[in-house]
């Protein structure tokens, strides 16, 4: 296969760590890097100089993609051309894509499930010391010069109960490092995992979410972000929650309404939380940057170089065997009858 007849891949995000792999792609498809310098400039180069195109590689939140094109709504993907089939996400969460509309399109639409689980359950579990340890109070009281006389008690982790929500890979990652700490660990799930699973991470199944809410020490969210559980844990959730459970968000920021979080913390219906992720990202609400309570990372969970790597290089072996094969190797759960 000649250069000049080898598939078309968009790369909308350079390929900064998996270059070996960039290699051997290059040898089954031609790189067109994107010179688009907005969102109206891009849908317009759909229809000109990325007609060709039979694939894209995006990430979730480097400077490129989303600050340019948006989300991958259903006026973008309405307008993508129609020879592309395959679309490569950099990132575990992929709510930042209409995947009905490419579905409807016949676009098979891929992203990173397991290359994030190891960084993100480790980020999870710093969180989870951290706020429960009152950390972030420490911290705080260090850079002011402030010994440890003034600060209160906290608690250990040893004994408490992990609630997690959401036990997928990330979940289960995160159940297997809170064992050592003398954890007990209990999950909800759409799905209860196989016999064999819980044994594994030696975690019960709780058959409702409000019974989980409620008999947590700390609650880790493990979930993706749709339309069922958007504000999964607002208000109402809260009031389930002990006065003095901890709560965990290193999946999407929308799953919490941010608003009921703050009230949650300034009127002591929780005892604090670990965040990664944000509502509106990349701003923090300043209600949390401000409070001793919350432990506030910048969405570093994956932010490793082995990880970054590995996310890369999914995205380019997934797109390789789509261009090779017809089919990509998988797909997001929404489109596994696809690959059927």
């Known amino acids: ?27 089954v498809a031609t790189v067109i890097p994107n010179t688009s310098k907005s969102r109206e400039e891009f849908l317009s180069d759909l229809n ?11 990430h979730f939140k480097a400077s490129e993609s989303i600050k340019i094109t948006g989300r991958f709504d259903e006026e973008l993907v309405g307008r993508l051309p129609s020879k592309l089939k395959f679309i490569a996400h950099n990132g575990a969460g992929y709510d930042q894509i209409d995947i009905p509309s490419c579905t409807s ?3 098979q639409v891929s992203n990173v ?27 705080s009281h260090a850079r002011a010069g402030t010994f440890n006389s003034q600060i209160p008690l906290s608690n250990d982790p040893k004994g408490k109960v992990l609630g997690i929500i959401g036990m997928g890979g990330i979940g289960s990652a995160l159940a297997r490092r809170a064992l050592p700490f003398g954890m007990k660990v209990q999950y909800h799930n759409r799905k209860r995992v196989s016999p064999e699973k ?16 409620s008999t947590s020490d700390v609650i880790s969210l493990n979930l993706p972000l749709n339309d069922k559980t958007k504000h999964l844990i607002s208000d109402s959730a809260f009031a389930k929650m002990k006065p003095s459970a901890i709560l965990i968000n290193t999946a999407r920021g929308p799953i919490v309404d941010e608003a009921a979080l703050v009230r949650a913390l300034e009127e002591g219906k929780i005892a604090g939380c670990g965040l990664d992720v944000y509502e509106d990202e990349p701003r923090i609400t300043q ?18 170089v082995e990880t ?32 059927k």
């Open 113 to 139: 499930p397991t290359a994030v689980d190891e960084a993100t359950a480790d980020t999870a579990m710093f969180l989870l010391i951290g706020a429960i340890r009152q950390f972030s109070l420490a911290l």
């Open 198 to 213: 819980e044994q594994e991470i030696n975690a019960k199944y709780v058959d409702t979410l409000d019974e989980l809410l």
């Open 308 to 339: 970054q790597t590995e996310m890369e290089a999914v995205c380019l072996r997934n797109l390789e065997h789509g261009l090779t094969k017809g089919k990509m190797g998988f797909v997001v759960a929404e489109q596994a009858h696809m690959l």
């Open 105 to 107: 399109r016949g676009i």
């Open 1 to 27: 296969m000649t250069i000049s007849n080898t598939p078309k891949v968009l790369f909308l995000d350079s390929i900064k760590l998996a270059t070996s792999q960039l290699k051997s792609f290059q040898k």
């Open 287 to 304: 209600a949390l940057l401000d409070n001793p309570k919350a432990l506030c990372l910048p969405h570093v969970g994956t932010v490793t």
């Open 48 to 58: 000109t100089k990325y007609k060709d195109v039979s694939g894209i590689y995006r």
